[in-house]
């Protein structure tokens, strides 16, 4: 759905609600009676809101997803390649699609009405619930000065004339500072513009350290984590970035550079100009144009043609699980929720496809794991317990 239609529907949710309590006026008014006189499938809808039968049927088919992303993490649950259910669920819930933020916004009002002991019952079983990453990261200069970056921002800019958010407050002068660090914690994600102008938007558990004025024939940082870069273009000045097993070199483009100290292979993706990849051990060399991907294990340098648009979701903020293993998916999930991932027993490394929005809370990414018959079980410190389903507790113990 559109997020224009999407946020607006969830102002007419509200609005009916208004309507029904009798709290409805001025020009709240006049938009609902102007959205209901847009077609006749918006008058149905507004019926449908004031059915209880519909709004009992919504919640109890919707109630376990986030009220605005309720459809896309509905495709990635019933997506899954071992999941045992079949479309007949979707098919079902085709009718409601169109007014599922509306139907859900109201049946959980309605539902709260008349049955508050088991809306709270089901908020206790969240309580340890995790929100998804948040701007926070922490610049640390050479000299030893250290800043925790505003929350409420997005965007810090380092040169010459200092340390700024992106509209214009300062942070910190550089005096003689000759070098910065920037890094996001799990659970953190900023976004960086550099002496030269390129930006760089930091993933979550991320480290770029980099000069603070940079060198006349070259401009080099180095990286920890993920990064999506936007080279500004400097015909003699090369950028080079880099990384625990690798170099990326290119002079002014777009790229991704996947290079956690937890994952073997070093994913480096091109989306714009042209890059060249040189690995620390062997000088292996391969040069991607846009679309290609390289993997760097280490000891082998390859390159292969990729779907740039699901590489880089998260950028888009997106998942992707498109033919991720589950431990491949927990490892994303325990950087951009701030969570250990525990497995406890035999637990099968399942394959996923799909994906959802990364302004999800945890436990609506975790809805997934009740299809691949898994459970999970989120401690107060932190620690996500995944284990494989007892037969025997599902049958009620026998």
């Not at 620390?280 to 290609?292: A, E, I, R, W």
């Not at 390289?294 to 043609?305: D, I, M, R």
């Amino acid at each position: 759905m559109d997020p224009k239609e999407e946020e607006k529907l969830i102002r007419i949710s509200a609005l009916i609600l208004q309507k029904m309590q009798g709290t409805l006026t001025g020009e709240d008014r006049f938009f609902l009676e102007s959205w209901l006189q847009e077609s006749e499938r918006n008058k149905q809808i507004y019926q449908r809101c004031l059915d209880e039968k519909l709004q009992r049927d919504a919640y109890t088919r919707l109630q376990d997803f986030e009220t605005r992303r309720n459809f896309e993490s509905l495709k990635a649950k019933i997506s899954f390649h071992t999941s045992k259910k079949g479309p007949g669920l979707l098919k079902r819930l085709l009718p409601y699609v169109a007014a599922a933020s509306v139907l859900l916004a109201l049946s959980v009002v309605w539902y709260w009405n008349k049955h508050s002991n088991r809306l709270v019952e089901t908020q206790r079983e969240v309580v340890n619930d995790r929100l998804p990453a948040s701007h926070q990261a922490v610049i640390t200069l050479s000299d030893g000065r250290q800043y925790a970056l505003n929350k409420g921002e997005k965007q810090v800019v380092i040169d010459g004339g200092g340390i700024r958010y992106e509209d214009g407050h300062e942070v910190a002068p550089i005096n003689a500072a000759v070098s910065a660090r920037i890094e996001t914690p799990r659970g953190g994600i900023y976004e960086v513009t550099l002496p030269d102008g390129t930006l760089v938007k930091l993933n979550a558990g991320t480290t770029l350290s980099y000069p603070t004025v940079f060198a006349k024939d070259k401009r080099e940082v180095t990286l920890r984590g993920e990064a999506y870069f936007e080279v500004a273009k400097k015909k003699d000045q090369p950028f080079i970035v880099h990384t625990k097993n690798q170099q990326v070199q290119v002079l002014g483009t777009h790229f991704n550079i996947n290079a956690y100290q937890t994952s073997v292979p070093t994913k480096t993706t091109l989306l714009e100009g042209k890059v060249m990849v040189t690995t620390l051990l062997g000088s292996q060399k391969v040069t991607l144009l846009p679309g290609d991907q390289s993997v760097n294990t280490g000891t082998e340098l390859t390159k292969h043609p990729v779907n740039v648009q699901q590489e880089m979701a998260w950028v888009y903020g997106k998942f992707n699980f498109d033919g991720k293993s589950l431990r491949q998916v927990m490892d994303e999930l325990s950087q951009w929720y701030a969570i250990d991932v525990v497995y406890k027993g035999d637990v099968p490394d399942v394959s996923f496809f799909g994906g959802t929005f990364r302004t999800s809370k945890l436990s609506t990414i975790l809805k997934i794991l009740k299809d691949q018959d898994l459970s999970y079980h989120l401690t107060e410190n932190g620690k996500l317990i995944i284990e494989k389903n007892d037969p025997k507790s599902q049958k009620g113990g026998q």
